[in-house]
């Protein structure tokens, strides 16, 4: 499963929340065709990416959802509940632990660590939070295998190394900071501005396309 190229296991996650909000609107099976407009990808592609794993849909027929969203949990993972600490009991922290997605996918916040005496005792959700000097310690004798990271980036190493020092194995880190992690463990960093000029690139190639198809429409005329 690892010669999986990483473009492959990213669109599966994006098939799989369409192919939920379809069964949810009660809809049994769905083409290629429309599960590729649905996530923005072409459909020929959605077939290929298929193809690494099996053959899931009939020609002509097209996919069974229910069939196919328990193809790609299992591929994925998140047919099984999997434990997150959440380091981080601010603004951001709350959003995400109020997130109801993240128990439709098989996760579950089972611990939240700040290091404000303020919020230190308080409840988001249910969940008390934990002094993060007390991480090491929960996080191992949970079994909590993934971390996320939403403090401020100046700590983001320091709460990085908390995680590890727990056990956890995945980390996704909310911060722009840069963190170092040993081998064997799986950083994912999802900083916002990073995404965004990401997008700008594809942003100004759009913007130079119709720039030239509007000096081509005025030399023709």
Known sequence: MNDIPEGV????????????????SNIETISSERLGLSSGVNPAEVRRDFTYFGTFGKKGVGYDVETLIQHIQRILGSDEPHKIALVGAGNLGSAIASYEGLLQHGFHIA??????????????????????A??????????IEIGIIAVPPFAAQEVADMLIDGGVSV????????????AGV????????QQLLHTLYYLSANDK???????????SD
Do not use: M
């Open 9 to 24: 296991i990213e669109r599966l996650s994006t098939y799989l929340n369409c192919l939920i909000k379809f069964q949810q």
């Open 111 to 132: 611990a939240i660590f700040d290091s404000d005496p303020q919020k230190i005792g308080k409840t988001i959700r249910h969940l008390e939070v934990f002094s993060i």
């Open 134 to 143: 007390d991480l090491p310690h929960i996080t191992r004798n949970a079994g």
């Open 171 to 182: 980390i996704l880190n909310y911060t722009p900071a840069l963190i170092n992690v040993p």
């Open 186 to 193: 799986q950083l994912h960093n999802t900083d916002p501005v």
């Open 209 to 219: 396309k119709l720039a030239g198809r509007k000096r081509s429409s005025i030399a």
